[in-house]
């Protein structure tokens, strides 16, 4: 399918913003609007007509309550961050909003790490992870970041590729092009050496793409098949 | 307050300014809280997912560029895109059963003649009853396209082509 053909971007775009672009098919063109920005300024196009419709809702004034807790939740949020002196992370980088399947998936991958691993004492702790999981939610790759390296558990879902690599990728929020971590292992850990830019580039989320076996070729990921955002522990 | 005013806010948000931040929810929280409502049609899911949608509106607010539309309209998308996401991991419609004054009706809306004649509204107007409704339906239920076709009794086929044809005729008629 050309996603890029006019009719096709409109249709795609409309519904996606409308909700009823649901599961794999949601999962998947979200993966194509990191691709592909004229996807993303369709949508934007649509979110701006759509919207408009909620501004004929009647104005309800919430709970003081809610207020109260939006304080809360910023006031911990400082305190840990300024009680984190192993790095000093952007404050404004922070995504809190990471939801309850990505968290209850890391416990899951934690837990099986723990269960068929001895326990380790960590020399450091990791300060962002994300789980990489397919459409499904089914987890994938547990990535932990640490101030100096990039670690990568893969797990048994994993489809074993003989003909092809897995590449890690980082998309910065900018749109520019994504940039290349290293080849995660398709078993097992991984330790990829962290990218100086890591740290000096605002990041919108991690990508895993399929490439032949060594890596892209050119540089660009050749198929995007999973993004995952990053959550600050 | 209107566009130009919520950007200035946005601007100081982005640089990490709490009092700009709290402005900025005096100021749109209603209206967004209304969104989450008549989207999530309980007032302690509503709250949270507006509370949700405002954190993130903190840490992103560097995100907002003018091709995002306005200020409000990108605020909006927030707040629905975080009400999909709560209904779909909390299963709203298939555990927690509704209190039936907390259920908005239609009569929430205000009459579109009361309201700037906007070009949506024209267009909208142009629609079919069906292929309205069936729209309405996805928009501010977050309903799926099985979902819609229960509502409106018609096979999950035709909702599907409703909609798209719906959607075709809105493209058409806004020039898109």
Request: hydrophobic content about 45%; overall charge negative.
């Amino acid at each position: 399918m050309n996603y890029l053909q006019q009719e096709t971007k409109h249709a795609l775009a409309a519904e996606f913003v409308l909700g009823t672009l649901h599961g794999s098919a949601r999962a998947r063109f979200r993966q194509l609007m990191v691709e592909h920005s004229e996807l993303a300024d369709t949508v934007n196009q649509w979110e701006s007509y759509f919207n408009d419709m909620a501004l004929h809702l009647n104005p309800i004034v919430p709970d003081d309550s809610v207020w109260e807790k939006i304080q809360a939740r910023l006031d911990n949020a400082k305190i840990k961050s300024a009680d984190d002196n192993v790095v000093s992370l952007p404050q404004k980088t922070n995504n809190f909003w990471k939801g309850l399947s990505v968290l209850a998936t890391a416990a899951v991958v934690i837990l099986a790490v723990l269960l068929v691993k001895p326990i380790q004492q960590p020399v450091e702790d990791s300060i962002q992870f994300t789980v990489v999981t397919d459409e499904q939610n089914t987890p994938l790759w547990l990535i932990e970041i640490f101030t100096q390296k990039i670690e990568a558990q893969a797990t048994k879902n994993v489809l074993a590729k003989a003909n092809n690599d897995y590449e890690l990728w980082m998309v910065p929020k900018d749109g520019s092009a994504p940039i290349s971590l290293g080849l995660l292992a398709q078993t097992g850990k991984t330790s990829l050496p962290k990218n100086a830019i890591f740290e000096q580039i605002d990041i919108a989320a991690l990508a895993v793409s399929l490439e032949p076996v060594g890596g892209s070729p050119n540089g660009s990921p050749t198929e995007v098949l999973y993004i995952a955002e990053l959550a600050i522990l | 307050m209107d566009h130009e005013q919520h950007l200035g806010l946005l601007k100081k948000v982005a640089v990490g300014d709490r009092a700009a931040f709290q402005k900025l929810y005096e100021a749109t929280s209603a209206q967004l809280y209304a969104v989450s409502l008549k989207i999530m049609q309980n007032r302690d899911l509503a709250e949270d997912a507006l509370q949700e949608a405002f954190i993130r509106i903190w840490h992103n607010a560097q995100e907002y560029t003018p091709a995002k539309g306005k200020v409000l309209t990108w605020m909006i998308s927030i707040v629905r895109y975080r009400c999909f996401d709560a209904l779909r991991f909390n299963k709203v419609r298939q555990g927690n059963g509704l209190e039936q004054e907390e259920v908005l009706t239609s009569d929430d809306f205000v009459e579109l003649t009361e309201i700037e004649k906007k070009q949506l509204d024209f267009c909208m107007d142009e629609l079919e009853s069906k292929q309205k409704q069936a729209i309405h339906l996805a928009f501010f239920g977050g309903l799926t396209h099985q979902e819609v076709s229960a509502h409106i009794n018609s096979p999950l086929g035709s909702s599907k082509s409703l909609i798209r044809r719906g959607m075709q005729s809105l493209r058409r008629c806004l020039g898109l």
